[in-house]
């Protein structure tokens, strides 16, 4: 391949053994000898654990074993670890406390705190055997009030969760600048209210989540197979919830269904695995069904948000101030508060110049599943009450939507910008965007279409809004480029995919810098014991750390390379030059091929240097703002709420494309996502008993092939100066971008009869009502 291989729209490699039922995920893998895991779960959203017995489950017919918190405690299993213990130490509550880290056992002790719960397993000879004997275990429980709703958490009245929790509170946080921002509403001219709801997510993953666990007679250890996004991660908390050396513990995970950052944790049913499996000395296995995934697999989103918005007579944004609620439900799961407070500081400006703003955030515990990272998390909730308030202000100030947007974005000639709230944008044309995305949707040609609606009987509306994300999470990721003499560039990357493609771009990447064929490179990830070290994929993060530490390790093979050339040359190192995978004498014909240099190493031709290759870890703290305009259209029918989408149309700016079409696939399924959030999906609890309502497909919706239109995409490039590559991330600006867009588009068509205000989903009966209620 002649010419750059970034930039070029390559069909993922991947996909030939995807799609011919190739793949491996972590239920294909079976071992020699397993046994089944079942778990005996709660039914009870908050209830006292009395007693637990399982002499019936014990006798059973393949039953090898049943274990209760008890007996993982007497092995010295501990608590799953979470990021406040790394990172609380510098975050302190606004009265001085630090941030509550209540333990999160593998198994229930004495008290459960959400339906879902597990409070004992079952390991038999089948899964069926293992199911059986769990229902055969009775326990003894006593319920207590649940906390359920997450704008009551910190009532005088509401049960407590956890003791160490007063109010419930997991932390509170305020940035920003409170005194500048009471003074600019004070003075202003208008000031725009609004109160919404982020509907709490079921992540729903393709693949359910499984584990295969056995033991390591090398180490004393475990391997333990499962999908996730970081295999390091995930080692370093077992093996500090199971009290083993980190080495001990070698965690790998081949081809996964989904991750969305809720893989990101290693749950409890992966600690009681890999402590089984060393404890019976053989391997165990658990895949979870459907309803348990319902129960257990950590959800998303679930923040309640006031939200003002001060403006003067011309519409220029004077201050901002948010107020928003965010719930953990029962547990600390890996990083969550760090996640939601740092985004929401990070990207509450939005894509806007506003000189002055007030965040607080404050985040509580419930007796609902875990809530952990969700694609965009804290992005999408900060961009979601800002697009919501301009619309609003729009309207009160009769000044066009687009106008007023444009009027207050930031400008290119301001970058780098920083906010009130100490992000620094990088790079982007905000008004290049809108104007893009306003031409791809022929804004100007809406009401021909709304009146044309208007004849068949339907309310059409129409919305554009900005997305914004700082991509780049954790400043670290490694890389190692080997050179082998068979012809191969192996790369091994701390990063890996759940369905990103990483196996084409970071080849192209790598192939690109080494300047040879993009077949000639292999990706290794995923897997401990091949991978040195790793921090993971997560934040619209992977092509920021991961490519640039591929590139750089790319960048040091060739250095290494010169150094090694100029030896077999007898020529001065700085006479090499290395293009198109060789080196040359420079003014001469004497050069030496890539892989043939490779093999002279490994036949021995300079004392002491066996192998090509090169490591990198790759630390950057620095963000890159991936940024775009959507636009969304929808009709209404006002007979029954139904909504349909008439089109949908963004220009999105991630940097520098290294395969379009990968980045193009990217944000639909991220718009995709955010549609169903918008649409359709809410993850109900009964308020009084804690009870799931959405507790399976049946009562909860995913949206389908014809909820979601064609959509008309393009592309603008800013490559960001905050990596080598000039890449930002691509993963989740559709996530951000489509709910306040799809909202905003139904409201705008609901303005005619008076419907001001609408929370998601908006699902046909909520649309039905409120144009009921305004009417």
Request: proline share 5%; with cysteine; aromatic share 6%.
């Amino acid at each position: 391949m002649s010419g750059p291989r970034i930039g070029r729209s390559l069909p993922r490699r991947e996909d030939f053994r995807l799609l011919t039922g190739q793949g491996r995920f972590a239920d294909d893998r079976d071992a020699p000898g397993q046994a089944r895991l079942a778990f005996v779960r709660s039914p009870h959203a908050h209830a006292a654990i009395l007693a637990i017995d399982t002499a019936s489950a014990r006798r059973m017919p393949g039953v090898a074993a049943v274990f209760t918190a008890g007996d993982l405690a007497q092995d010295g299993v501990r608590p799953i670890p979470t990021l406040i213990r790394e990172r609380g130490a510098g975050f302190r509550n606004r009265d001085g406390s630090a941030m509550a880290d209540p333990p999160y056992f593998p198994l229930a002790r004495d008290v459960v705190r959400h339906v879902g719960d597990p409070v004992a397993v079952v390991i038999a000879e089948t899964e069926a055997g293992a199911l059986d004997a769990a229902e055969a275990i009775v326990v003894d429980y006593r319920p207590r009030d649940a906390l359920i709703g997450t704008a009551r958490a910190g009532d005088a009245a509401s049960p407590r969760v956890w003791d160490i929790a007063p109010g419930n509170r997991c932390f509170d946080w305020r940035a920003g600048d409170a005194a500048a921002t009471a003074a600019a509403f004070a003075t202003a001219d208008h000031v725009v209210r609004l109160v919404v709801v982020n509907n709490r997510i079921v992540t729903s993953f393709m693949e359910p989540r499984a584990v295969l666990a056995a033991p390591d007679p090398a180490t004393g250890g475990v391997v333990v197979h499962n999908g996730n996004q970081g295999v390091h991660a995930q080692a370093a908390v077992l093996a500090a919830a199971l009290d083993l050396p980190v080495a001990a513990v070698r965690v790998v995970s081949e081809d996964v269904g989904g991750g969305f950052g809720s893989r990101i944790f290693a749950y409890p049913e992966y600690v009681v695995a890999a402590w089984a499996a060393r404890r019976l000395g053989r391997p165990v296995k658990w895949c979870a069904s459907r309803s348990e995934a319902f129960l257990t697999d950590l959800q998303g989103r679930d923040h309640v948000t006031a939200g003002a918005l001060a403006l003067d007579r011309d519409g220029r944004i004077r201050a901002l101030a948010v107020r928003s609620v965010c719930n953990f439900g029962a547990y600390v799961s890996t990083g969550a508060p760090f996640s939601a407070y740092q985004n929401l500081t990070r990207m509450i400006s939005a894509a806007y110049a506003i000189p002055a703003i007030d965040l607080e955030l404050t985040g509580v515990f419930s007796h609902t599943t875990p809530v952990n990272v969700y694609r965009g998390v804290g992005r999408a909730e900060a961009i979601y009450i800002v697009e919501r308030l301009i619309d609003r202000a729009a309207h009160a100030l009769r000044i066009d939507r687009a106008r007023l947007r444009h009027i207050n974005l930031v400008r290119a000639s301001a970058m780098p910008y920083r906010t009130p709230t100490g992000a620094v944008y990088d790079t982007g044309d905000y008004a290049a965007n809108q104007e893009s995305a306003l031409r791809l949707a022929d804004w100007d040609g809406f009401a021909a279409r709304r009146a044309e609606a208007e004849r068949r009987g339907l309310l059409r509306g129409i919305a554009v809004v900005h997305a914004l994300e700082g991509t780049g999470g954790v400043p670290t990721e490694f890389a190692e480029a080997r050179v082998e003499p068979d012809g191969r560039v192996v790369v091994a990357v701390g990063s890996q995919s759940h369905g990103q493609g990483h196996e084409t771009t970071f080849a192209q990447v790598v192939a690109d810098v080494l300047g040879i064929d993009v077949e000639a490179v292999a990706i290794v990830s995923s897997d401990t014991a091949r991978v040195a070290a790793g921090v993971g994929t997560f934040a619209s993060r992977s092509m920021i750390k991961g490519g640039s530490a591929a590139w750089q390790a790319g960048e040091r093979v060739i250095e290494k390379g010169r150094r090694l050339a100029a030896e077999l040359l007898e020529a001065d190192h700085g006479d090499i030059i290395y293009r198109d995978g060789a080196f040359t004498v420079s003014g001469t014909d004497r050069s030496i091929g890539l892989f043939a240099l490779a093999r002279a190493l490994e036949a021995g031709a300079i004392a002491g240097e066996t192998a090509l290759a090169a490591s990198h870890v790759y630390d950057n703290a620095d963000y890159a703002f991936a940024a775009g305009c959507h636009v969304c259209e929808v009709e209404v029918d006002p007979e029954t709420g139904g909504i349909a989408i008439a089109g949908y149309a963004m220009v999105d700016d991630v940097g520098r494309m290294v395969n379009p079409m990968i980045v193009a696939g990217q944000a639909h399924g991220a718009v995709a996502q955010g549609l169903g959030q918008a649409l359709l999906e809410h993850a109900h609890y009964d308020a009084a008993s804690g009870q799931p309502l959405s507790g399976s497909f049946m009562d909860y919706a995913l949206p389908r092939a014809d909820d979601i239109p064609s959509f008309r995409a393009g592309h603008r490039e800013s490559p960001t100066p905050t990596n080598p590559l000039g890449v930002k991330g691509a993963g989740e600006g559709g996530t951000v971008g489509a709910p306040p867009a799809l909202v905003n588009a139904v409201l705008d068509a609901l303005a005619p009869l008076g419907v001001s205000h609408l929370d998601m989903p908006l699902t046909p009966e909520t649309v039905w009502r409120a144009i009921c209620a305004a009417s």
